[in-house]
């Protein structure tokens, strides 16, 4: 029977085996999956421009690059209308927007706590650039 500290991280560290924590979150956890996700989320089906305009600041490379490997774990479908040019779009699957709950609130926690964490960080670099050690490294 396991421990009631047990949890499937820590199992999953004991194991021999791939962490299949760390594999979804290699996956869902970079900033432009979680942007595309979001935004495929709120607009839908949406074509390949709208949606790099949309998440801003992407390079049609690493935008490409990014819907490959959501559409390679079963998160988005792509879908290419006939005509020319032949019009791709993109939209979450069931799977993707299973996620929208969860990005969603970590957005949320985002926004609501981005003064706190910039105050952190700036306290953090004073600190650093004082030469003194963080109260958090402290021993």
Sequence with gaps: MPSRDETPLTTAARSR????IRDVLDRIGDKWSVLIILNLGKRGET????LQRAVGGISKRMLSKSLQS????????RTVTDG?????????????RSLGDPIASLAAWA???????????E?????RAAGE???????
């Design 133 to 139: 050690r963080t109260p958090w490294r402290q021993a």
């Design 84 to 96: 020319y040019p032949p019009a791709v779009r993109y939209a979450l699957t069931a799977l993707g």
């Design 17 to 20: 085996e791939p962490c299949p």
């Design 123 to 127: 306290a953090f670099d004073t600190l």
């Design 111 to 121: 926004v609501a706590h981005r003064d706190a964490v910039a105050r952190a960080r």
């Design 47 to 50: 074509r390949f421009n709208e």
């Design 70 to 77: 959501l559409e390679r774990d079963g998160l988005v479908a």
